[in-house]
């Protein structure tokens, strides 16, 4: 199997040496080549034609984020973006992943150096077969309060990984005011998360927050798993709300899905569990109990997602009744939890 081509570009010579060692350690990445500006980089990656991108979000002259703009219009490649975890920095980084950036990381501080960028290779190693499509800017629409909405009483649990920044927009801007309770696990870094909440709520009609313990499961809030030590959870009762339980890590991240899944098993009949775009399979496992206990549970097709990993293992263990492309989920989850709508199951 040939190695993962990686062209790393970053103003700075000690990050772009921390990203070099890091890489360079693992059998399956070659690094092809370094840029320290924009316009180093559009020439290396006519020279050097490689499989994976690493840019700096922040560099002198054109931006990272403009550059990588001007690559998803006319060289539509896998990035992964290097960002700070300041305000600044994450607002950046979540700018990045709605463009088309497959992954953003942060930076270390100097207390962190010694295991500087830990889980880079294996991202960069599923970042080389993501389906990258030619992108354009386009502003997400905004849905007011739909009158004729009727709330089931149905609750929803989306989870998403590598590419779920722009799955969740376009899911997002089909929901009205009153869209029904959502929970959010969402694989990002801690320290992006706030940004990306901010982000989403000043897009989008409902409102999006990230969640806190104990806050209740209302009609036109979505809750997005904060991230750090703990896991985002159902707790089920009389007045369903959510938890945050501080645990290790499950099926390999924090939050996980498959804890966020596992813990509306009680309550299966009334969820309605999605699957997004992801590397890895996360989710998969308890998708499958849930649908086993009566939830509707969808997920993204391979066509429309970046990484079609976690979907594809819960398709194929049996855990989804229906794949959606990406422009129809939000449409077939509101029609799952609108009073006046049957949703239709698939004979699997």
Request: aromatic share 4%; glycine share 8%.
């Amino acid at each position: 199997m040939k190695p993962v081509r990686v062209l790393i570009v970053d103003d700075s010579s000690t990050m772009r040496h921390l990203l070099r060692f890091r890489l360079r350690a693992d059998p399956r990445i070659e690094v092809v080549g370094e840029a320290s500006d924009a316009d180093e980089a559009r020439g290396e990656i006519a020279r050097l034609s490689p499989d994976v991108l690493t840019l700096d979000v922040e560099m002198p002259g054109l931006s990272g984020l403009d550059f990588l703009r001007e690559l998803m219009r006319t060289r539509p490649m896998p990035v992964i973006m290097i960002s700070s975890e300041t305000q600044k920095g994450s607002a950046a980084a979540i700018e990045a992943l709605s463009r088309g950036a497959i992954e953003c990381v942060g930076k270390p501080t100097r207390e962190q150096a010694g295991n500087a960028f830990a889980d880079l290779p294996a991202l960069i190693c599923g970042a080389a077969t993501a389906n990258v499509t030619r992108r354009s800017d386009r502003t997400p629409a905004r849905v007011g309060a739909v009158k004729d909405f009727d709330w089931n009483k149905k609750l929803v649990l989306i989870g998403s990984s590598t590419g779920g920044v722009d799955a969740l927009e376009h899911v997002f801007g089909h929901l009205p005011e009153n869209c029904p309770p959502i929970l959010v696990t969402q694989h990002m870094p801690e320290g992006f998360l706030a940004s990306f909440a901010q982000r989403m709520d000043s897009r989008f009609a409902p409102k999006i927050r990230l969640a806190e313990d104990q806050m209740p499961l209302q009609q036109g809030v979505v809750l997005i798993a904060p991230g750090g030590d703990r896991h985002l959870t159902v707790a089920t009762g009389l007045r369903p709300h959510c938890q945050l339980l501080a645990m290790e890590k499950v099926s390999g991240h924090r939050p996980s899905v498959d804890v966020l899944f596992d813990s509306a098993l009680p309550i299966a009949e009334r969820m309605v569990a999605i699957l997004l775009t992801g590397m890895g399979a996360d989710g998969a496992r308890a998708m499958v109990s849930l649908r086993r206990r009566g939830a509707l549970c969808l997920a993204q097709d391979e066509a429309s997602s970046v990484v079609w990993g976690m979907p594809r293992v819960a398709w194929e263990n049996g855990g989804v009744d229906r794949l959606v492309p990406l422009e129809a989920i939000g449409p077939e989850l509101l029609s799952a939890t609108d009073r006046r709508s049957k949703p239709v199951r698939a004979a699997r």
